[in-house]
């Protein structure tokens, strides 16, 4: 079935530490982004990708940094964890152009950083 | 900049009864809306969207949702919920960012639980 694998699906960090997250699509989607859900916040975005080899910075990119070698892959890299990072992160993606304002959400990455 | 509130953090409503989850909207231009559910511990699914075209927009589920540009709302309806809809329901704008890439910019959510 086509749509967006993520991983881990939870991880229990100590602060400090490095940490990716991992996302892989199967759409062949152009556009890639990575948001964070947090209670009473909604889902704010952190980075995204138009394309493969472009990135840009969302509303929350402070800590966070991402690189799009690929197509399929959108790898969110934590260099150094802090506690304020406990979130629910979720990858999703969009066709570009056209019809494709819709984007698809992977199912999550739940991340404690203790 | 565009924005979206949902003003209800919660909705209960009676199984088989109509449901409305509520989304207003503040854009420049033409609004481009969406409406997202989360079921727990899942991502989130698109239920519909309104670019152009007819008010009334229908999606999955057999929800669909109302787009009124004078009251600058695009509420979320079902004829008659079930306790299956239980889940929680984001509204969401389209955002273009400065690098030309479309965004969308979502509410914080409404929790809809439907009672048997």
């Known amino acids: 079935i086509a749509g967006i694998t993520q991983a881990p699906t939870s991880q229990i960090l100590a602060a400090g530490r490095r940490m990716t997250l991992r996302c892989t699509q199967d759409?062949?989607?152009?556009?890639m982004y990575w948001y964070r859900q947090d209670l009473g916040l909604g889902l704010r975005l952190i980075h995204y990708?138009?394309?493969?080899?472009?990135?840009g910075k969302g509303e929350v990119p402070d800590g966070y940094s991402v690189s799009r070698a690929n197509t399929d892959d959108f790898p969110l890299t934590l260099a150094s964890a802090v506690p304020s990072q406990t979130s629910v992160y979720f990858c999703?993606?969009?066709?570009?152009?056209?019809?494709?304002?819709?984007?698809?959400f992977g199912p999550g990455t739940r991340l404690t950083v203790t | 900049a565009q924005s979206v509130a949902q003003p209800e953090d919660q909705v209960n409503v009676a199984e088989g009864n109509p449901l409305t989850v509520k989304c207003t909207y503040s854009?420049?231009?033409?609004?481009?809306l969406f409406w997202y559910v989360q079921y727990p511990n899942r991502g989130l699914q698109f239920l519909l969207k309104?670019?152009?075209?007819?008010?009334l927009v229908k999606g999955s589920y057999g929800f669909e949702a109302e787009f009124n540009k004078s009251q600058t709302s695009f509420h979320l309806k079902k004829p008659s919920a079930l306790v299956s809809d239980s889940a929680l329901y984001f509204c969401?704008?389209?955002?273009?960012?400065?690098?030309?890439?479309?965004?969308?910019?979502f509410g914080t959510g409404t929790r809809l639980t439907v009672i048997p």
């Open positions: 999703a993606s969009s066709a570009s152009g056209g019809e494709g304002y819709e984007q698809y």
């Open positions: 759409m062949r989607h152009n556009a």
């Open positions: 990708s138009n394309t493969a080899g472009t990135t």
């Open positions: 854009v420049s231009g033409n609004p481009y």
């Open positions: 309104y670019i152009t075209g007819d008010n």
């Open positions: 969401a704008v389209r955002d273009m960012l400065p690098t030309g890439a479309n965004n969308l910019f």
